[in-house]
């Protein structure tokens, strides 16, 4: 267990770096979306391109992987809405928690912190789950948030979370990543040198920005709310979501699926992850309340750091 605090410490730390700066005022608030439209439009895709581009292309196009996690992705939707919609709590802030309660931060925190652990051939798992959620997950949970506004809402929402996918540069990266592993194709030197010091500002970046927006959204969150509203999101997402992707997972395999224990390893992290920081932009683009979800996100990301840390040291051989 030392050993895995050894290694996950630093990444947890870059985000509490960027939670101190934020909240003493030594990063102005004004300058938090330019380092997100960096880490987002630059840093990011430089890392994913990378990864895909030396990720052999099989590895890419994993149906096993793809299949299994969308299908506990969907689950955990489903329970989270039915656990939290009700009272107080309609359909655009249950669907954002279930949101919350389903992705994790993979790209802002896992693939950096996957890599380190499991080494570079992790990343093609991690990768496919960065599709799942990005395009099924996310969008699915952006259709349901608009049931409050009736039907015409949810199917506008379901156009605006498609635009949104088209218009997000890491699909992109990951389908030209893909592309070049499968060509076998390299950028000419000084193109991929660029490319790829970019690529290494990702992670110490991202995860500086992780801490940032969590302090931003704690301080725009001012309301007092009580615990029941978004400590059992949390929870689930450190703990169901992993032991649901862990059961489905082992069944799978019994079953005779193709699918390496290795891999399902890759899997069960990925989903014990913290929330990802970004649903809070999209709880304040659709109106929900961002401080129940900045709080959940919070919450996850604290806890993380041990019950993440308990989970690599009892899966990783």
């Known amino acids: 267990m030392l050993t895995v605090l050894l290694v996950t ?46 990720t052999p292309i099989a590895q890419l196009l994993d149906a096993s992987v793809f299949g299994l996690y969308l299908l506990c992705g969907l689950v955990m939707v489903a329970l989270a809405v039915a656990v939290t919609k009700g009272g107080r709590i309609g359909w655009n802030d249950a669907a954002l928690g279930a949101l919350v309660a389903a992705f994790p931060n993979t790209g802002f925190m896992g693939v950096p912190l996957l890599a380190a652990l499991m080494g570079p051939g992790s990343v093609g798992t991690v990768i496919v789950i960065i599709l799942v959620d990005m395009v099924v997950t996310s969008s699915l949970c952006i259709a349901l ?114 699918l390496a224990p290795s891999t399902l390893t890759v899997m069960v ?12 932009l999209l709880a304040e683009r659709f109106g929900a309340d961002n401080g129940r979800i900045a709080r959940i996100i919070l919450v996850s990301t604290a806890l993380a750091f041990l019950s993440f840390s308990g989970a690599v040291a009892l899966l990783r051989p």
């Open 145 to 258: 948030s608009r049931l409050d506004a009736g039907e015409g809402g949810a199917v506008a929402a379901a156009r605006q979370a498609l635009r949104g996918v088209l218009s997000n540069p890491m699909p992109w990266a990951i389908g030209l990543g893909a592309a070049a592993s499968a060509a076998q194709f390299t950028l000419p030197g000084p193109v991929e040198k660029t490319v790829w010091l970019l690529a290494d500002a990702a992670s110490p970046v991202a995860l500086f920005t992780i801490g940032v927006v969590l302090a931003r959204s704690q301080m725009q969150a001012d309301h007092p709310m009580p615990l029941r509203d978004y400590v059992p999101v949390a929870l689930m997402k450190l703990f169901l979501h992993p032991l649901l992707v862990w059961g489905a997972g082992s069944a799978a395999i019994a079953l005779g699926v193709p």
């Open 9 to 54: 410490f630093p990444f947890f730390a870059l985000v509490l770096a960027g939670f101190v700066a934020a909240r003493r005022r030594l990063l102005p608030l004004d300058a938090i979306p330019g380092l997100n439209s960096f880490v987002l439009y630059f840093a990011l895709p430089a890392m994913l391109y990378r990864f895909g581009s030396t």
């Open 269 to 280: 992290l990925v989903a014990a992850l913290p929330s990802a920081s970004n649903v809070s």
